[in-house]
C-alpha cells in the first residue's frame, strides 16, 4: 500500500492529502501464535496441518528451539500455539476445525513470505 494517499481531516477541519508509508494487517491471537519461519518450512507445516492441528501443533513446538512469534516471549506463542492445535483437532467433528487448520496453514505460509519480504527490504532499501 506504500506509495499511495489518503485524504484526512486537518486540525483546521480542512481536508489533507497524506502519504501512506506503509500499512500494517492486525493478526489474531491465534495468528500471533504462528511462527516467523522460512517459507520452505512454513510449507511443510501447511500441508501437514490438512490433518487437523497437526502442523500448527508441530511449529509450536518449534518455538523451543528455533523461531519467533509475533508475541512478546515465545513461550506464550508456544501456549497458544498449542491450545489452538487442540482446537483445531476437537473442532475437526464438525468441519470448522479441518477448514481453520487449513486457513492456518496457508497463514503460515503468507506470515513467512511476509518477514521475508521485510528482511529483504532492509537489507537492500533500494529494491
Not at 501447511?46 to 509450536?60: D, M, S, V
Not at 528451539?65 to 512478546?72: D, H, L, M, Q
Not at 483445531?88 to 497463514?107: D, E, L, P
Not at 529483504?120 to 532499501?125: N, T
Request: glycine share 10%; hydrophobic share 45%.
Amino acid at each position: 500500500m506504500a506509495g499511495q494517499t489518503m485524504m484526512v481531516k486537518g486540525e483546521d477541519g480542512e481536508m489533507v492529502e497524506c502519504d501512506i508509508i506503509s500499512s500494517q494487517e492486525k493478526e489474531s491471537i491465534f495468528q500471533k501464535s504462528a511462527p516467523i519461519m522460512h517459507p520452505a518450512l512454513a510449507a511443510i507445516f501447511g500441508f501437514l496441518n490438512l490433518a487437523p492441528g497437526l502442523g500448527t501443533f508441530l511449529a509450536a513446538l518449534s518455538l523451543i528451539c528455533i523461531g519467533r512469534t509475533s508475541f512478546s516471549s515465545n513461550l506464550e506463542g508456544l501456549l497458544v500455539g498449542i491450545g489452538t492445535a487442540f482446537l483445531q483437532f476437537i473442532t475437526a467433528f464438525v468441519v470448522v476445525g479441518w477448514f481453520w487448520s487449513i486457513m492456518h496453514g496457508v497463514y503460515f505460509v503468507r506470515k513467512a513470505n511476509t518477514e521475508r519480504e521485510k528482511k529483504k527490504a532492509c537489507e537492500d532499501p533500494n529494491a
